[in-house]
C-alpha cells in the first residue's frame, strides 16, 4: 500500500505533472468522446413510437393529404405557434412516408446537425480541448437527446441557437483583432437568427439578446457597427409582422393561456428537466459558483472583455428577465420552452470547464463526470420506450375493431388547437380502411349518444375528472358508469340525460 502511494505522490508531484496532465487528459477526452458518441447515436433510437397530442398537431399540420394553402390558412394562422418547423415538416413528408418513425427522424437530424455546428462553427481562438469540450456537452445533455426525436420545434430551434451564437463570438473576437467580420459570415448570423425566431419564441428572443451584446462590442471595438445595427433591425422587420399576429391572437377576447403552474413548483420543474436529478442540480451550480467566483478574480478589470463568459451569461440572464416579465401576464415557466437556453449553459459550462482546467488541471474530471451523470439519468427516462404517448390510438382501435362504431362524438373543449387539425389528429389513429364519422359534441348533439342504438360513445382527448364534470354541466349530461381511460389521458364513456 505504501509503494503504490509512493508511486501515485511521484506521478502528480510538480516534476513530472507535464506528462501526468497529458495522460489525465487523455483519458477524460477519450471517455467524453465515448459517451458523446454514444447519446449523438441514441437521438436516433425509439423513432418509431407513438406521438403525443403535440405531436399530433405538428402531423396534422404536415399532412400530405392537405393542401399547404389549406394548412396555413385553416392551422397555422389560427395558431400561436411560430410556424417554420411545421412548413418544413410539410416539406419533408412530401419526400418520406407519413408515419411516426420518418416523421421523427427529422427532429432527430436536425437535432445531429446542432451538434455538428458545435464542432464546425467553433470559434478558431479555442483551444482543441474547449472545442472537444462543448461538443461532447452538446451531443451527451440528456435532454437534447431526450427531446432531439420529439415531433415539435425545439431541436431546430437548438440548431439556429447554436449558430448565431457561436458566429456571435467570432464577431467579438475579430472587432477586438479590428477587423469586420466577412458579409457571408453576416448573412449566415442574420439568416440563423430570423429562422430561429420564425422557429421558437424563446429562440427569437435569445437570437436579439445575442444581436443587442454583438453591437454593444461592435461600439466598443468601433468595427462592425453599421452591419450590427441594420441587420438586426432587418431581421427584427421581417419578423414582426409575425408577432404583431401573436399578439392580437393573446388579446383576442377568446385568447386564453393554459399554464398555470405555481412559480416555485415550476422552477424546480425546470431544473430537473434541463440537468437531471437534483442532486446533480447542486453539484452543478456548486460548479459553477465556483467558477464564477474564479473567473472575476483572475480577470477582474478586463472582465468584460471575456466575450466567451459574458455572452452567454448575458443571454440567460436576459432571457429570464424577459421571460418573467411576458410571464406576469402569460405564464410561460413551463420547463420546455427553456430548451433553446441548454446552448447558453452548455457554453458556459464549456468556459467553466476550460478556466477550472488552467487554474487547477485534476478538476478536468468534472467533464467525464458530468457525461456519465447524464448518461446514466438518460437511461432511466421510462417515457423514451414508451409505444405510445397517448391513449388516442388504443381508444380508436377498440372503437373500430371491438365496437363495430360508426360514429364518435368528441369534445374539443380542452383540446387547444385549431378545429381544422383537430380533425387531422384525432383520425390520424383510425385504422385505415374504416370509416368513422367525427362529431363535435355540443349540448344539442349530446343526445346522441342515448337516442343511438348502440349508443353513441363520447371521447375525451385529454381527459380529467374536472373535464368530465365540466362536460356534464355544460351537456346537462352524465356518464354512464365509470369512462373506459387508455394510457391514462384518453376517455371514452356513453352517456345519459340529466334533469336541467
Known amino acids: 500500500m505504501k509503494n503504490l502511494q509512493s508511486r501515485l505522490q511521484l506521478l502528480f508531484s510538480s516534476h513530472n505533472r507535464p506528462w501526468a496532465a497529458r495522460v489525465f487528459t487523455g483519458v477524460c477526452v477519450v471517455s467524453s468522446l465515448i459517451m458523446a458518441l454514444y447519446m449523438l447515436g441514441m437521438r436516433f433510437a425509439f423513432l418509431s413510437n407513438g406521438l403525443s397530442h403535440d405531436e399530433l398537431y405538428s402531423a396534422a399540420t404536415a399532412s400530405p393529404h392537405l393542401s399547404f394553402g389549406f394548412i396555413w390558412k385553416e392551422m397555422l394562422l389560427r395558431d400561436v405557434n411560430l410556424p417554420l418547423f411545421n412548413v418544413l415538416l410539410f416539406g419533408w413528408n412530401r419526400v418520406f412516408p407519413f408515419t411516426p418513425g420518418w416523421m421523427r427522424l427529422f427532429p432527430a437530424v436536425t437535432g445531429a446537425l446542432a451538434v455538428a455546428a458545435a464542432w464546425f462553427l467553433a470559434p478558431a481562438y479555442w483551444s482543441r480541448l474547449k472545442k472537444y469540450i462543448f461538443f461532447t456537452l452538446m451531443s451527451g445533455s440528456f435532454i437534447l437527446v431526450a427531446y432531439g426525436r420529439i415531433l415539435r420545434t425545439y431541436s431546430l430551434s437548438i440548431l439556429f441557437a447554436t449558430v448565431f451564437s457561436l458566429l456571435a463570438l467570432r464577431f467579438i473576437y475579430q472587432f477586438e483583432q479590428g477587423k469586420n467580420p466577412p458579409v457571408t459570415h453576416w448573412i449566415l448570423f442574420f439568416s440563423a437568427g430570423l429562422l430561429g425566431a420564425y422557429s421558437h419564441y424563446f429562440c427569437s428572443a435569445l437570437f436579439f439578446i445575442t444581436a443587442l451584446v454583438t453591437f454593444l462590442y461592435a461600439c466598443f471595438y468601433k468595427e462592425g457597427r453599421a452591419w450590427a445595427f441594420w441587420g438586426t433591425a432587418a431581421t427584427f422587420f421581417l419578423w414582426s409582422p409575425w408577432l404583431l399576429h401573436t399578439l392580437?391572437?393573446?388579446?383576442?377576447?377568446?385568447?386564453?393561456?393554459?399554464?398555470?403552474?405555481?412559480?416555485?413548483?415550476?422552477?424546480?420543474?425546470?431544473?430537473?428537466?434541463?440537468?437531471?436529478?437534483?442532486?446533480?442540480?447542486?453539484?452543478?451550480?456548486?460548479?459553477?459558483?465556483?467558477?464564477?467566483?474564479?473567473?472575476?478574480?483572475?480577470?477582474?478589470?478586463?472582465?468584460?472583455?471575456?466575450?466567451?463568459?459574458?455572452?452567454?451569461?448575458?443571454?440567460?440572464?436576459?432571457?429570464?428577465?424577459?421571460?418573467?416579465?411576458?410571464?406576469?401576464?402569460?405564464?410561460?415557466?413551463?420547463?420546455?420552452?427553456?430548451?433553446?437556453?441548454?446552448?447558453?449553459?452548455?457554453?458556459?459550462?464549456?468556459?467553466?470547464?476550460?478556466?477550472?482546467?488552467?487554474?487547477?488541471?485534476?478538476?478536468?474530471?468534472?467533464?467525464?463526470l458530468l457525461l456519465g451523470a447524464w448518461v446514466r439519468f438518460f437511461g432511466t427516462l421510462e417515457y423514451l420506450t414508451w409505444p405510445e404517448y397517448t391513449g388516442l390510438h388504443e381508444a380508436f382501435v377498440w372503437l373500430t375493431q371491438t365496437e363495430k362504431a360508426d360514429k364518435l362524438l368528441v369534445d374539443l373543449a380542452k383540446t387547444g388547437y385549431p378545429r381544422a387539425a383537430l380533425w387531422e389528429m384525432f383520425s390520424f389513429y383510425i385504422p385505415k380502411g374504416y370509416k368513422l364519422e367525427l362529431i363535435e359534441l355540443t349540448p344539442k348533439n349530446v343526445s346522441l349518444s342515448w337516442q343511438t342504438n348502440p349508443k353513441t360513445y363520447i371521447l375525451l382527448p385529454l381527459c380529467s375528472h374536472v373535464h368530465l364534470l365540466e362536460t356534464s354541466v355544460k351537456t346537462f349530461s352524465e356518464e354512464d358508469g365509470a369512462p373506459l381511460l387508455f394510457r391514462g389521458d384518453t376517455c371514452l364513456y356513453t352517456a345519459h340525460p340529466i334533469a336541467k
Open 248 to 368: 392580437l391572437m393573446m388579446g383576442s377576447p377568446g385568447g386564453s393561456w393554459w399554464f398555470q403552474t405555481p412559480f416555485f413548483k415550476a422552477t424546480f420543474d425546470i431544473f430537473v428537466f434541463l440537468f437531471g436529478p437534483q442532486t446533480l442540480f447542486v453539484a452543478l451550480l456548486y460548479g459553477s459558483v465556483l467558477a464564477v467566483v474564479s473567473i472575476v478574480f483572475t480577470h477582474k478589470k478586463k472582465l468584460l472583455k471575456q466575450a466567451d463568459f459574458v455572452l452567454p451569461l448575458a443571454q440567460i440572464l436576459l432571457l429570464l428577465g424577459v421571460v418573467a416579465v411576458v410571464s406576469l401576464k402569460f405564464n410561460l415557466w413551463l420547463e420546455r420552452y427553456f430548451l433553446p437556453i441548454m446552448v447558453s449553459l452548455l457554453l458556459l459550462f464549456a468556459e467553466f470547464l476550460e478556466h477550472l482546467r488552467k487554474q487547477h488541471w485534476v478538476l478536468l474530471a468534472l467533464w467525464p
